[in-house]
């Protein structure tokens, strides 16, 4: 039996407070694909818990044993799943809900990648450009308003 991901996940933008810049990763599977942090909840688990446990697995940053700050930006929007990425989901979902966060660092770090191919710090204005993701180029956009950065 296959296992289908849930279609509900969560988004992390991941942005430095002192250069103005965000993190912006390449996917494997997609090199064309550039976006935040982002992965899809497992079975009991709370979207705080799941945007903790991706910012590791995608980037090596330990939130809790670093003692950062995660905001969870209490937004959630739904958007129809990108067609390359459906069969990683039940032959009838289309449409995934998901959760925003944001985690401030006081410099740039050095991702530890295990799941992407590369990463770039950029403004946000190009790292909104880059995405090809309309909610995550929203995310990033809103970071002024959902989250105080100065």
Known sequence: MQNFKKPESVLVV???QTTKRCLMLQRLDDPNFWQSVTGSMED???PYDTAIRE???ETGIN???QGLTLFDAKHTVEFEIFPQFRHR???DIKVNKEH???LPLLS???PVLTEHLA???LCFNDAVNLTLSPNNGEAISKIDSLVKIN
């Open 14 to 16: 991941i942005y430095c």
């Open 44 to 46: 009991n688990e709370q």
């Open 55 to 57: 910012v590791l697995e």
């Open 63 to 65: 939130i809790i044993k």
């Open 89 to 91: 989901y039940a032959p």
């Open 100 to 102: 925003w966060f944001y």
């Open 108 to 110: 740039e770090i050095t």
């Open 119 to 121: 990463y770039q710090w």
